[in-house]
């Protein structure tokens, strides 16, 4: 596609409840990252793909957090058991060599736990 | 870990002023990056240094890595109310991962 899609742009959900997040790269990218971003603070590492390499899950935050990617492309983040500290913005982004290049973003899913 | 420290964290300034924002480590990054945000977007990529001491300039923005490669700023000169948004520096680490730092952001506000 032109850019990087994220769904739903908006979700609110209940304390306990679970969600998936989906984020679909810019085609031929190898490389996808989920980010956190708490209200106009930076972002907050959560996973890394790369090709077929196992994925970097060094900042997922706990074992509720966890992430695929099918066939090279498209990524869901479920997060089970939801809790108000996980409301936040979730941006995915790719690039095409997985190196130090820059990133191209998706709008974020803005998540909400009431 | 790895950290990259941003200041100042808010400004707000009249149109036309001049302004540095800063972004520091003690960490060493093979390459650091500078993107904008605004509201309701994901940010967006503005440039990338790679090597100590590199300046790059983007119209009125200049951006410079420092000579150790730990620590970098972006000045923009006679800014406009179109450059308000949030300023996010991210570093890449020695281990040249894909993998971003970022710092936390600094908001700036253009008042016409």
């Known amino acids: 596609g032109a850019g990087v899609s994220q769904s739903p742009s908006n979700k609110v959900t209940e304390k306990g409840k679970d969600v998936e997040l989906r984020c679909d790269p810019i085609?031929?990218?190898?490389?996808l990252y989920w980010y956190r971003q708490s209200l106009g603070q930076g972002l907050e590492f959560l996973i890394y793909?790369?090709?077929?390499?196992?994925?970097?899950k060094s900042g997922l935050p706990s074992d509720r957090f966890s992430a695929e990617r099918t066939g090279g492309s498209v990524s869901t983040l479920t997060i089970q058991r939801t809790q108000q500290e996980d409301s936040a913005v979730y941006l995915c982004?790719?690039?095409?060599?997985?190196?130090?290049?820059?990133?191209?973003f998706g709008s974020g899913t803005r998540l909400t736990v009431v | 870990t790895q950290l990259l420290e941003q200041s100042p964290q808010f400004l707000s300034i009249q149109e036309g002023e001049n302004l540095t924002v800063y972004c520091n480590s003690s960490?060493?990054?093979?390459?650091l990056q500078w993107y904008r945000q605004e509201p309701g977007e994901g940010p967006v990529l503005l440039v990338t240094?790679?090597?100590?001491?590199e300046v790059k300039k983007l119209k009125r923005l200049t951006f410079q890595f420092g000579d150790a490669r730990k620590d970098s700023s972006l000045h923009i000169t006679a800014a406009q109310p179109g450059d308000t948004g949030l300023y996010l520096c991210?570093?890449?680490?020695?281990?040249?991962?894909?993998?971003?730092?970022f710092g936390q952001g600094t908001t700036l506000q253009v008042k016409p």
């Open positions: 982004a790719s690039n095409e060599l997985g190196g130090p290049y820059g990133y191209t």
């Open positions: 085609s031929g990218h190898t490389a």
């Open positions: 793909f790369q090709g077929n390499s196992a994925p970097d």
């Open positions: 960490s060493v990054f093979s390459s």
């Open positions: 240094v790679v090597t100590g001491g």
């Open positions: 991210a570093g890449s680490g020695s281990s040249n991962t894909g993998k971003l730092i």
